[in-house]
Structure formats: structure tokens, C-alpha cells
């Protein structure tokens, strides 16, 4: 069984616990700092849905594949700068991480002058940690309104928990935020807790060491 068979038979198998449909979870791939051939192997595996965490890496990466493989969709999943916000409009299919108001005018303004209107999620800094990205919750619903003001089309939410709480409540907290705001989308979940995530009404999951292995040059003592 490839690792991608099995990441898919446990979603599988939590989407039956939870009493959801095995489709109504997308599985995005996170392909920061691999390999091509570990790509493409996944590639010519059939999947064709990618997050990706850094602008320059991705396209570097996916515009020389756009003609091969032009079915890929990819998710921009890291953080973004306003200045950037034209060049991931242009390359992004979906924007993970609108977690301010300025962002969300560079977008709009972007989106209008290419005429390409792509969905976006406001991501949610749950964990309220300085040197994370995501607007904190009780900032969320003047955010969601600007984003609705300026146009973009906000299709859910976002989260990364800190590394040492347990993700549940974290994930409890978006399913109720998102509730409230009328929001179907919930990008919570990654290869260590994805599986609690779908119980939590995860509609994408995010999956990078769990497909593709840990790189050398990220371990860390």
C-alpha cells in the first residue's frame, strides 16, 4: 500500500466514524520542500490537489508542470504578504491564509484586475501566539465583514494549532466560529490529527510528512 492508498483508507474509515461521506473531505497535499520525483510520483498516482507554504517555491515548481499535469489544483497555505498577493492570484486556486484587512484589499484588487475571482478562507490564529499568522477570534467577524465588503468570496476557515496543545479544542473553536459566520469550510488537520479534525467537520485536510516523509534537511534535534 503506497503512503497515499493509506492516507486515504483513514480518511475513509474516520469519515465512517463521524457518519460523513468519504467526499466531503479533500485531501491537500502540503509539497513544501520535496523533492520533484517525490511529486510527480504522487503525480502519476492521480492526485492533483497541493498546498503549498512559499510563493517563489511554488512557482518555481508548478509552472513548469502547468502544461503536463493541467489538472492540478494547488492551495497557497502559508503566509502571505500584500505585495505578493497578485503573483499567488495568478498561480493559487484557493487562498488558505486572508488574515487581515489589508491582505484581503490586495487580493480583491488583484482578483478584479485578472478577472480571476478564486475562493479564500480567513485563517484563525485559535491559539492566539504572536509569531503565528490569522487574525484572533474575536477579531474574526470585522474581518469576515471587510472581506465580504471588498468582494472576496470567503468560502471557510483555517486554522494551525499551537504545536503542544491538543487539537480538539482548537478545532471545536473553528467548527463554532464558522458556524456562526454561516461557513461551510473548515482547513483543519494535519498528518498527525487528521483523523480528529474530520470528526470535527474538517472539510480539507492538510498532509505533508504523513505522504511524503520528512526531508533531512528539516530535521531538528
Known amino acids: ?28 497535499a502540503v509539497s513544501k520542500t520535496q523533492p520533484p520525483e517525490k511529486v510527480e510520483a504522487l503525480l502519476k498516482q492521480g492526485h492533483h490537489l497541493f498546498g503549498e507554504n512559499r510563493l517563489q517555491e511554488a512557482q518555481a ?5 502547468e502544461d503536463a499535469y493541467p489538472d492540478v489544483k494547488l492551495h497557497f497555505i502559508g503566509h502571505l504578504q500584500s505585495n505578493k498577493a497578485a503573483e499567488a492570484v495568478a498561480l493559487f486556486d484557493v487562498i488558505e491564509t486572508v488574515d487581515s484587512a489589508k491582505l ?13 475571482h ?17 487574525v484572533a477570534p474575536q477579531e474574526l467577524p470585522a474581518l469576515f465583514a471587510h472581506c465580504k465588503k471588498a468582494g472576496l468570496d ?3 476557515l483555517m486554522c494551525i494549532p499551537p504545536a503542544d496543545d491538543l487539537p480538539a479544542p482548537h478545532f471545536a473553536l473553528l467548527h463554532k466560529l464558522a ?27 492538510r498532509v505533508g510528512t504523513a505522504l511524503f516523509g520528512i526531508r533531512e534537511n528539516n530535521l531538528t534535534k
Not at 104 to 116: F, N, P, Y
Not at 180 to 199: H, P, Q, V, W, Y
Open 118 to 134: 478564486i475562493p479564500c478562507f480567513i485563517q484563525v490564529n485559535t491559539g492566539e501566539e504572536p509569531q503565528k499568522g490569522g
Open 61 to 65: 515548481r508548478w509552472l513548469p508542470l
Open 104 to 116: 484581503a484589499d490586495a487580493l480583491a484588487a488583484a482578483m478584479e484586475k485578472q478577472d480571476r
Open 1 to 28: 500500500m503506497t503512503a497515499l492508498q493509506d492516507i486515504r483508507s483513514r480518511m475513509s474509515a474516520a469519515c465512517k466514524d463521524a457518519g460523513r461521506k468519504t467526499e466531503s473531505v479533500s485531501l491537500v
Open 179 to 205: 458556524g456562526e459566520l454561516g461557513l461551510e469550510g473548515l482547513s483543519i488537520g494535519m498528518s498527525g490529527d487528521f483523523e480528529t479534525a474530520i470528526r470535527y467537520g474538517s472539510t480539507h485536510i
Open 154 to 156: 470567503i468560502k471557510g
